[in-house]
Every structure is written in C-alpha cells, then in structure tokens.
C-alpha cells in the first residue's frame, strides 16, 4: 500500500513539473515580452535598459538554462519573482489561494450538504414531484454558464433588488481581520470581530452559490443514480424481507454503497472547484488563484505562470490520487494492477 | 447631510476607522475621542489600483500611485489644476538661472518640515535628485541632460544641465521628482550615490510608508485592496482637511457606482459613460470633470514590407478623412472627450479645439475617396490593426476598434481586428512589427517637447518612418523656444506638419468623469498627471 | 399506496418496494421517460436550423455598426434591443448560434474519436502500453485548460481555429479513460475470448465486437459533452479568447454586456441562448442514457 502511494506522488510530482515544461515551452513561442511591458514607453525603446533588465530576470538566458534555473530555485522552495507584481510568486500565491480556497470550499460544502440529501429523497420517491424538480434543478445547475449565472445573480440580486453585498470579500469601508488563516471567516471568529464575520459571509453567498451550482447539479444526479442503483440491488429487497423498517433499510444497507461512487465524484469536483474559480473571481472581483492566474497568463508573467501551473496540477493530481486510494480502500484488487 | 456629523461611534465604526489593530498603531496619537467625529473625517475614493506595483517615487508609477505620491510629497514646482503651461511654486518659492547660465538655481521655502519632523534642506533635494538618477529607471531618462545637482546653501540648490535650453521645469512638477526625506530614506536602504541602482534598497520600505513633506503620509498598502493615508501633522500647507483618505480598490465600475450612490465611498473614479448619466438624477452626487492631457490613438506603419498602401501618404490621409470622430466622441463616451489635431493634447501650449477645427482632421467621407484617388486605390486596400483587450477611458478597445473598422468600410478600406493581451501589443508596437495600432498615450509630464521628440525620435522609428529634416528642427527650435508666444507658432506648424504626415491620428483626449457625493464641496482634478488633487478636496 | 393496476407481476413488485404508484399508459410512461428528451432534441433541432438559416432570419446584418442606436431597449425595431455600438442583439444572436454550434460539434466529435481510440487501445494492448497511455492522459488531464488556452492564444493569436485547438489538447483525456473503462469490463468477456480463439485479428475484435458494445455510454457522454463544449468556448471568448470581433459570439456578448447592469438586455439574452441549448443537449443525453439503461427499462 504504501508503495502504491509513494509511487503515485512521484508519478504525480512528475506529471507537474512536465506541466510545467509545456508550459515553458509554449509561452516561449509568444512574442510578447513583459519586460517591454514592464518599463515605460521612453525605457523599452532604448535596447541597452531593456537589454539590462531582461538580464536582472534571466530572460536572456537560453531557455534550457532558464528552465533550470527554475527546477534548482524550485527545489529551495523559490517560485520566483513575479514580474507584474514585482514580489516572490510564493507570496503572491499565499496571498491569494486563501481566498479561492474559502470560496471553493463553501461552494463545495454547499453542493455537498444540498445535493446528496436532494438526491436521496429523489431516488426514494422516483417520479415525484421532488424528483422532478431535483432533476430540473441539476440540469439548470449544469446547464448554465458560470459566468452568466454570475452576472445574472449581481444584476438582480445586487444591481436591482440591493439585498446582496457587491463584489468582493468585504464592503468597501470594512477592513479585514488580522490574518491567521487568510479566511476571513475563520480568522475574524479568531480575533471576535463578529461583524466582519457576518459581513464577510454576506459576500460569500452569491459567489459560491453562483460557483456550487454545476457541481451541485452533477451531485444530486450522481447520488439519485447510485441510489437508484443501489435501491435495486438484492440485499436490499433481502433486508426489506427480512422485515427491516424502511428507514434502516435506507440508511443503513443502501446509503454507504449508494455514497461510495458519489465520494469519489465529490473529490473530482473539489478538484475542479478550486483549479476553476477564474470566472467566477473575475466577476466577483474576489482576489483568489483563479483571477491571479488569468492576470498572470494575460501580462506573460512566466514566473507567476509556471508557478500556477504547477500548484494547479499538484493538487489536481493529489485529489485524483485520494480518489484513487478510496477505490482501493474498497477493492484491494485495485492495487494489483 | 446632518446625519453625517453626529455619529455616535460604534465598535464597528470605529474599528472601520482605525482599522483591524488601528487601537494599537495610534499610540502616540490624541485621544480616541477626538476621532468619534467619525465618518466626515476620513475620504473614501474608490478607483482601480490594479495597476500599482510600487510607491516609491522613483520607481515607474503607471498610472494610479502618482494619486498618493502627489498627496504625500511635495515637487519643487508645481501646477494647479486647469493651468499646464505655467508652473506655480512647490518647495521652491522662487527659480532662475544660474549665474553661469548652464542651471537653474532654485531658493527653497522656509520652515518646511517633512512628516518625520526633520526639516526640508536643499540636501534633502540633491538626495532626492540623485537618487532618481542613478537608480537608472524610466524616471530617469527624463534627466538625462542634468549633469549634477548641487547643494549651495541650506536653501539654494542648483541644477546643472548639459543644454541648458532644453526644457526642465515642467518635468521637475512631474510625481516622478519629489522630494523625499533623506534621513528617513537611507536609514530603510535608500542610496543615492552614483552605484544606486545595485545598492538602493529603500523601495520596500517605501511602498508602505512615505517619507515627505505632504499633507497626508501613507500608512498602509494592501495589494488590490486598499491604501491608507493618515494626515501629516507638520504639513508646511496649514491643517490637511481629512484625519484620514482611504483609497479602496474596486475592480468595476458598476460596483463603484452602488457603492457611490449608498455613501459608502465619496469618490468613484471608473464609471462608464452610461453610468455616469445615470447618476446624474441622483441628489446626493455630482459629477467633477475635467479634461486629461492623454489620448487614445491609431498608429499607421509607413514600412513598404508590412502594408504596401499604408506606405503611400494619401492612402494615410484618406484613413484620417473617413473615421467618424464625432460619432466615438459622442456614442462611444458620452460626449466626454475632446480631440487634439495631433501628437499634442488640448490645453497644452499651442494646442486647443479651435486648433483642431483649423489644422486637423475630421470625417469628410469625399476627401477621403479623393485621397484613395490619388494614391492609385480607389476601390480600398486592406489593412490589419492591433490592439489590447482592455478596457480604456469608459469603453474598450474592441469597441473602438470595431467603431473605426466600420467607419473605413464606407470608404472600401478594410481593416482586420487583430486583438492580443497588452504585453503583447505593447512588444509589438516598440518593436515596430506591426502594420497599425490603437494605443493609448500619457505624458510623464506635461511638456511639450516630450511629445515632440517622442513623435519623430521612438515612435517613428517604430513606424519605420524617416521625418525630414526640417521636421526634426524644428521640433527642436520649439523645444528651446523661450519665448511662449514664438513656442506657440512653432508648435502649431509642427501639428500642420504632422497632419499631413498621418502616421498618427489621434481618436479622442478623454474627459475625466468622477461621480462625487455632495459631502465633498471641493474634488479638484488634474491631468498633470496624477489625477485628483488630494490636498485640495474639501468636505462640504 | 400501492394501487393494483399491475400489467404484470414484477410491476406489482416494483411498485410495492418502490412505494409508488405505476403509470397506467403505456403512452403515458413513454412521455414521462423520454419526454424531456425530445424536448431537448426538439430545443436542439431548432437551434440548428437557425444556425443554418440565420442569414435568411435574421431582421439586420450581425455587425451593422450605428453608435447613435446604442444601448436601446427591447422595442418594436429591435426585439432585444442593441448593444454598445448600436447593432442589434437579435441578429447577433442568431448568426451566434453558428459559432458555438460548430465549434462544440466538431470539437466533441474530433475529442471524442482521439480520445476513445487512445483508450480503447490501451485498454486492449494491457500491459506498459496501457500504462504509458494512460499516465500520458493524466498529464493532460492536470494541467490547467485556461492556462493552456492563454498560453495558445498568446502565441498563435486568437481567433475560433486556435481556440479550438486548445480546447481539442484538452478535451480527449475524459474519452480516454471512460473508453479505457469500458473496453476493459468487455475485454474479459467470453465473446472476446472466442473471437480469439477463432482468429480474429485484435483491431477487427476491438472495431466491430468491443465498440458496439462499449459504445452506449460514450453516446451518453459525447451528447452531454457538446453542451459542455458551448459553456466552455463561450467561456473564452468571455475572457478574450475565442472568436476574433466583430464576430457574433454569445460568450463574447456576455462579456461586452457584462458591466452593463442599467442595460441588462446585452449580456442577458445572449447567456439564455446558451442556457437553452445546453439544456437541450442535456434533456437529450440524459435521455438517451435512460433509453440505454437496461434496469430502467424494467419499468
């Protein structure tokens, strides 16, 4: 077992740094050069500056040479200089990937605590009115682009109705709670602000209402079809013979089968919950990865880009690996392949 | 407004003020009551400050941190609001030239304290000076022809040029040129000896604090979050208006404009036109206007290898005949834009509408079919033109670009919209590879001679285009021109020049729009390139 | 509650465990299984014949550029009003649905035929060529589309062939494995083994006997995928990528519209329009997997 697993986090930590490579390689096709972008007008046009200043970042460098430097400075825990924000990658990301993670993690929450409840009482009472609506409800979750779920949500709920905060993590005049976390939530329970807490769980409902609403589709669907599935089954018409009161034929037999498959779905989609925030961020102007990353790829920021690339592919990577683990928790003959 | 002066101070309201730890940063400050006053006290701007790596002068300051550098510091000369040809005293009372005539020799104020409380010196000056110039950054291209800053006495400070007829006053009022405290500086790292730039390491410590003689100083700076300036006690200007500004970072318009019109902010700098108009039948706000020295133009390639009929003039000016600028001025913005005839802004020396309506281009559809006569293309050519997806003054490039596009239509002329991220415009461009763009221009001081070299050194280089001699002198003979009147003409032939040549032909010269709550009586604007006068903005 | 109005007896049975009340029409069952679905084959049907016809439908040209007709509302003139620089949001619209339909389709289609051939060939070979195939879809897999779109982007330019370019790098891998999967459970199957045994070559074997048969939910999957496909090229194009302009588009008429809250009808119909067609691609796939189900035929 723990072969298995050292061996997939090698093959995981591989995977990401060939990313990496790729992504090296394909943005060293593209002509722009942020260090133009960097300088002004009247310092990009004198070569000898901008000759200078490409030679302070290392982009004179032959690329395999830049390449390495970036896995040598990796392997010291150095991401780089971003060259937009003019700070270490490393503090921009730990900056930023609280406020994706607080968001993504909500929205998971809530397609979690919605979804597999919906599900079940869908699957237990097929055709009814609730599975009717559960099953509309999911395919308008999946169905609707984030980005104009997001724009419809402001306009009504903010723009004309005004009982939704606006963008952001907190209004305009609130100041965060000192940073423990970089959840606001937790960190202004930590220092007792009750009212930044309050405030900036106000700012979290649209987003990650707005955000939950594919998966939550995808998980309500999943879970009313493994439970049906389940619900099928012989042990469990077995149970009911045996004279089991309905309820504990639920709970007990069906449930923990019928939620193995949904499990693992719901891994899959808190990967893609974190690693796919950038819509979501940008019209929410919530400073997460997401919108961090577009910026970064929009100002051929390579630093900041590789550094993305890699965390986004880690973690992808790693959740898939959990995912996988939880199969073999199941099936042991998993492991023999 | 009587509501907003009697506020009983709640925890939250003043932990809003303060700010999370405020309690304990104020030690040393009067008593917390004199700050149950409240929100009245403190100036709430929201603008977008994605743009702002850095606040230390010396650095590039792009487009927002000039704001705050200018309400923190103070430059030897300065200019007020509406008026960029004439300079009014900063820190220097009075200037002239130097007795060899190869400087100017400026007399410093009296009794200037900086917020450190150490007193302004013509030291302080040079330190200042010279560490912009050694540092070697964008700033210092601007001082490429002052050879040495040298310190006469505690109140006289001269600078020494190489030419001492080109320009140097009206870059001197520019953010990048500050005078910073010396003491302070080099004890967080500053260096301004002639190996600065590999040893200077104030900057970080600037970026969080300011070390001036303005009336506010900066406390804090959070990333695309939020900048907070507190007043500076020793201002040499009498008492600042506010206790405290907050310069709150929103990402989009609309949100800035709820946030206006709930009262939340007192300041929103980046609505849109529409929004504009509809704050205009709310009671509670005003709109302060006023008109920028930046414009929005399209650049044309005369390189044969790129675009055959882009290279022959009158094809040009048969672009410059048929773009409908009125209709971008009036559908596009709101009618909150102005146009020069060329290269240099409306108020400007020598340049203002009547000048435009004489010497420049407007839409006149026969024109410009009989310049696609003379150039031999009567039937149109094709053209391709970059551009950055973003947005610009209120709307976006593709928005203008796909206005221009069909404008040329009508005419035959077809041009292919060819958008890419910024960086890679702005590669593009200052490589000179591509056949047209549309791009955006702000002076890094208002100086004529700034656009003027621009336009036929780097930018003609990137237009592959060789201006002729005379144009070259007499960029320069303007440039040195003393006298105002004579700098006017010379300037003004310059634009007839120019207009002929149409390699560059200017769309519009936006018009500042800030929403502004009747809280605030005074919101002053400026185009000299820091965009509000926060020293002067006063509460009703 | 159980009612005897049984057809047979396992319905009876059914209907007791199920605890709920059996249908009493054949027709009546049929429009509540497969209802939705021609719903949504009808949704999607419509939608192509205006992609087809849109030049015909529509009232104005798609880039009939009038800045002094901006930004008006919904009228008589203009059914759903015009954007920013004065065109109308209807022709938009429907010259749109060309783009994203095409785009999806072929996307889909081209994914889907790399994908399952991938899988379906490491599946069959077994071995280190399964592995090699299949740590090469994790690469994939892992690596962050928008970067990847953006990085494409930036190099080759925008513009619909580009675009759809990034998204084919990405989109194969989820074919792969589900073709991998599915090849995998029938592989081992006895028909396999005969059909070795009589001397099937294994492309013949993996073409006409294992695909047919792994082929149901792959349908399923590459059905509800076009719609997946639409929300994630209007998605780029939201962001910048995509389309070249002045090319109708409706992601990019989202992000046109976006901060326009006072003029909502900009981004708002053009965000419907992908809502209705991914939806009817959805009720499709949806109902399709029902229709090949073989549980749920019991009913």
């Known amino acids: 077992m723990l072969r298995y697993v050292s061996n997939r986090l090698l093959t995981a930590f591989g995977l990401a740094l060939f990313a990496t490579l790729v992504v090296f390689l394909i943005t060293s096709l593209v002509p722009g050069d942020p260090i133009i972008a960097m300088l002004g007008d009247l310092a990009a046009s004198k070569p000898e500056i901008v000759a200078e200043y490409r030679a302070k970042w290392g982009l004179d460098l032959p690329l395999w040479k830049q390449y390495w430097i970036f896995l040598t400075r990796l392997f010291h825990g150095d991401l780089g200089m971003s060259i937009s924000t003019q700070r270490p990658v490393l503090a921009d990301i730990m900056q930023y990937a609280p406020a994706t993670i607080e968001l993504g993690t909500i929205a998971f929450v809530l397609s979690i605590v919605i979804g597999i409840p919906f599900g079940i009482v869908a699957a237990i009472k097929r055709d009814s009115w609730v599975d009717h609506c559960a099953r509309f409800v999911s395919l308008i979750g999946v169905s609707s682009p984030v980005f104009w779920l997001a724009f419809i949500a402001l306009t009504v709920f903010y723009g004309w109705l005004q009982i939704a905060p606006g963008p952001g993590r907190l209004d305009p005049i609130d100041f965060p709670p000192p940073t423990v976390t970089g959840s606001f939530l937790i960190d202004s329970l930590v220092a007792g602000d009750w009212e930044t807490f309050k405030a900036a769980l106000y700012h979290l409902v649209l987003p990650s209402l707005v955000l939950c609403a594919a998966t939550l589709g995808l998980i309500t669907r999943m879970t009313r079809a493994s439970m049906l599935e389940t619900l099928g089954q012989d042990y469990v018409r077995v149970a009911r013979a045996k004279g089991l009161k309905e309820r504990a034929v639920i709970v007990g037999h069906a449930l923990p089968n019928a939620l193995i498959p949904v499990i693992t779905l719901a891994g899959l989609a808190y990967a893609n919950l974190l690693t796919g925030t950038v819509m979501t961020e940008t019209i929410f102007s919530w400073p997460g990865l997401g919108r961090y990353t577009f910026r970064s790829a929009l100002s051929l920021d390579l630093p900041a880009i590789m550094g993305m690339t890699l965390i986004f592919a880690i973690v992808y990577l790693i959740i898939n690996l959990l995912v996988d683990l939880s199969y073999a928790l199941v099936d042991p003959r998993v492991l023999k392949r | 407004m009587k509501q907003d002066q009697v506020i009983s101070v709640s925890r939250r309201d003043l932990l809003r003020l303060l700010g999370s730890g405020g309690v304990a940063s104020l030690a040393g400050w009067p008593a917390i009551s004199a700050l149950a006053q409240g929100r009245k006290d403190t100036l709430v701007i929201g603008i977008d400050t994605s743009d702002s790596t850095e606040f230390d002068p010396v650095r590039d300051l792009h487009y927002t941190p000039p704001m705050t550098v200018s309400a923190c510091y103070d430059c030897l000369v300065t200019m007020t609001p509406g008026d960029y040809i004439n300079l009014k005293p900063g820190l220097a009372t009075s200037w002239a030239r130097t007795p060899d005539g190869q400087g100017w020799r400026f007399t410093l104020r009296d009794n200037v304290k900086f917020a450190s409380g150490n007193p302004m010196t013509a030291h302080d000056v040079k330190f200042s000076l010279d560490r912009v110039r050694y540092i070697q950054f964008q700033s210092s291209q601007y001082l490429t022809n002052v050879t040495s800053v040298n310190v006469v006495d505690d109140r006289t400070v001269d600078i020494m040029l190489k030419n001492p007829n080109e320009p140097l006053l009206t870059i001197l009022a520019a953010p990048s040129f500050v005078v910073t405290d010396r003491k302070v500086v080099a004890e967080h790292g500053g260096d301004a000896s002639p190996d600065s730039k590999q040893k200077d390491k104030g900057t970080e410590w600037l970026n969080q604090n300011s070390a001036g003689t303005g009336p506010y100083r900066l406390t804090q700076w959070v990333r695309n979050s939020q900048i907070q300036l507190v007043a500076n006690p020793n201002y040499w200007g009498g008492k600042p208006a506010f206790q405290r500004i907050v310069i709150r970072h929103f990402e989009d318009g609309s949100a800035q404009l709820l946030s206006l019109r709930r009262g939340d902010i007192d300041a929103a700098f980046n609505l849109l036109p529409e929004q504009v108009t509809s704050l205009k039948s709310d009671s509670n706000v005003w709109i302060a206007r006023h008109i920028s020295l930046d414009f929005v133009y399209l650049a044309l390639s005369h390189s044969p290898e790129l675009n055959k009929a882009l290279a022959n003039k009158s094809a040009r000016q048969a672009i410059g005949w048929a773009i409908d600028y009125d209709g971008i001025r009036d559908g596009l913005l709101g009618g909150s834009a102005t146009r020069p005839a060329n290269f240099i802004p409306v108020g400007s020396l020598g340049s203002s509408e009547d000048t435009t309506k004489e010497i420049g281009f407007r839409q006149d559809l026969d024109r410009a079919k009989k310049a696609l006569a003379q150039a031999g293309l009567p039937d149109g050519f094709e053209f391709e033109v970059i551009y950055g997806n973003s947005m610009v003054a209120g709307t976006s490039y593709h928005v203008i670009a796909q206005k221009v596009q069909a404008d040329l239509a009508r005419v035959g002329i077809k041009m292919k919209l060819n958008p890419m991220p910024q960086v890679n415009v702005r590669t593009l461009y200052n490589g000179g590879k591509m056949q047209s763009v549309i791009t955006y221009w702000n002076p890094p001081a208002v100086e004529n001679a700034l656009w003027g070299w621009a336009t036929v050194q780097r930018v003609a280089k990137r237009l592959n285009w060789k201006p002729t001699e005379t144009l070259v002198k007499l960029v320069d003979q303007a440039s040195m021109e003393q006298d105002q009147k004579k700098q006017a003409e010379l300037w003004r032939q310059y634009q007839i020049a120019m207009v002929d040549e149409a390699n560059l032909l200017v769309l519009f010269q936006p018009i500042y729009q800030v929403g502004v709550r009747k809280s605030i009586k005074d919101f002053p604007l400026t185009a000299a390139g820091w965009q509000a006068d926060l020293r002067g903005v006063r509460p009703a | ?299």
């Open chain 3, 1 to 299: 509650m159980t009612e005897s109005v049984a057809v047979s007896d396992a319905v009876q049975v059914a209907a007791a465990e199920y605890n709920i009340a059996p249908s009493s029409t054949k027709g009546q069952r049929w429009r509540r299984r497969y209802g939705l679905a021609a719903i949504g084959a009808a949704i999607i049907v419509i939608w192509m014949l205006v992609a087809v016809f849109a030049p015909w439908i529509a009232p104005y040209k798609p880039d009939l550029v009038d800045v002094t007709q901006r930004l008006l509302p919904p009228s008589s003139l203009h059914w759903l009003g015009t954007d920013a620089l004065g065109r109308d949001v209807l022709s938009r619209l429907l010259y749109g649905a060309r783009v994203s339909l095409f785009v999806s389709i072929i996307v889909v289609l081209l994914g889907a035929a790399f994908g399952i051939f991938v899988g379906g060939v490491a599946a069959y070979a077994g071995g280190w060529v399964e592995h090699g195939l299949m740590r090469f879809t994790d690469l994939v897999l892992c690596f962050p589309p928008i970067i990847l779109a953006m990085a494409i982007a930036a190099a080759l330019g925008i513009g619909t062939v580009n675009t759809m370019i990034a998204m084919l790098v990405v989109w194969w891998p989820k074919f792969a494995r589900l073709a991998r999967g599915l090849v995998l459970v029938q592989r081992h199957q006895e028909y396999v083994e005969a059909a070795h045994v009589i001397g099937y070559g294994p492309g013949r074997v993996l073409w006409k006997h294992i695909m047919p048969n792994a082929l149901g939910p792959l349908i399923v999957l590459i059905t509800l995928d076009v719609g997946h496909a639409i929300i994630v090229f209007a998605g780029l194009s939201f962001l910048g990528l995509g389309v070249v302009p002045p090319t109708p588009e409706w992601g990019a008429m989202v992000s046109e519209g976006r901060e326009l809250v006072e003029q909502w009808w900009c981004a708002t119909f053009a965000g419907l329009a992908i809502f209705t067609v991914v939806m009817g691609f959805n009720f499709l796939g949806d109902g399709i997997r029902d229709w090949l189900d073989p549980r749920a035929r019991r009913r």
